[in-house]
Each structure stands twice: as structure tokens, then as C-alpha cells.
């Protein structure tokens, strides 16, 4: 019922910026809260950044600082703006929805950072 379709990933110099798009359709346009998560080579999914309805932000530790999550609702996209990226930050990131009590999930993009 709501898909999501992660865009912007790409192979950037550590240092560099990127911004990573996931736009929404589907019936479902409202939602609760909208989270970016990443997985790492060889390593677990972890929780990046977060956005409710009301606009509370927050972020892991790993990316305070660097990484900005925004939304323009009449696109219904949401967007992750990565900058100062280091190798570490290397992984394959998914765009979360919630509506409803229900998680949706993007296919999500790769992010490769060189040093």
C-alpha cells in the first residue's frame, strides 16, 4: 500500500557530501514518523536518524553533526543530507515509514565512502 523508493546513493571521497531522496506513494500519505536506518558490510542494521509528524528530530551519535533528515510534504519525500561522510559511513541505507503502527520500507541504496 506505501511504497517507498530510495534515491542518491553513489560512490563519494571521504569528506565528501551526498544527499540520499525516499519519496512515498501510494494511499497512505500521513505518518506517525519517518527514520533512515543503514547496514554496514557484514554488519547488523542500525538506526541513523528520525522525523515525527510534529517534527522532532533525532539522530544516532555516529552522525550528529553531519547528517541532516528533512521532509517537503508536498512532494511526500524525505530526505537525508550527509556531509563530512568517512569510510565507516559505508552502507547500504533504508528510508522506514510508519503509519498506522505499520513499518514500511524502502529497497534501499548503496553509500560507498573512500578514503
Known amino acids: 500500500q506505501v511504497q517507498l523508493a530510495e534515491s542518491g546513493g553513489g560512490l563519494v571521497q571521504a569528506g565528501g557530501s551526498l544527499r540520499l531522496s525516499c519519496a512515498a506513494s501510494g494511499r497512505a500519505l500521513n505518518f506517525s514518523k519517518m527514520r533512515w536506518f543503514r547496514q554496514p558490510p557484514g554488519k547488523d542494521r542500525e538506526f541513523v536518524a528520525s522525523l515525527t509528524w510534529s517534527g522532532a528530530v533525532n539522530y544516532a551519535d555516529s552522525v550528529k553533526g553531519r547528517f541532516t533528515i528533512s521532509r517537503d510534504n508536498a512532494k511526500n519525500t524525505i530526505y537525508l543530507q550527509m556531509n563530512s561522510l568517512k569510510p565507516e559511513d559505508t552502507a547500504v541505507y533504508y528510508c522506514?515509514?510508519?503509519?498506522?503502527?505499520?513499518?514500511?520500507w524502502g529497497q534501499g541504496t548503496q553509500v560507498t565512502v573512500s578514503s
Open positions: 522506514v515509514r510508519t503509519t498506522s503502527g505499520i513499518d514500511y
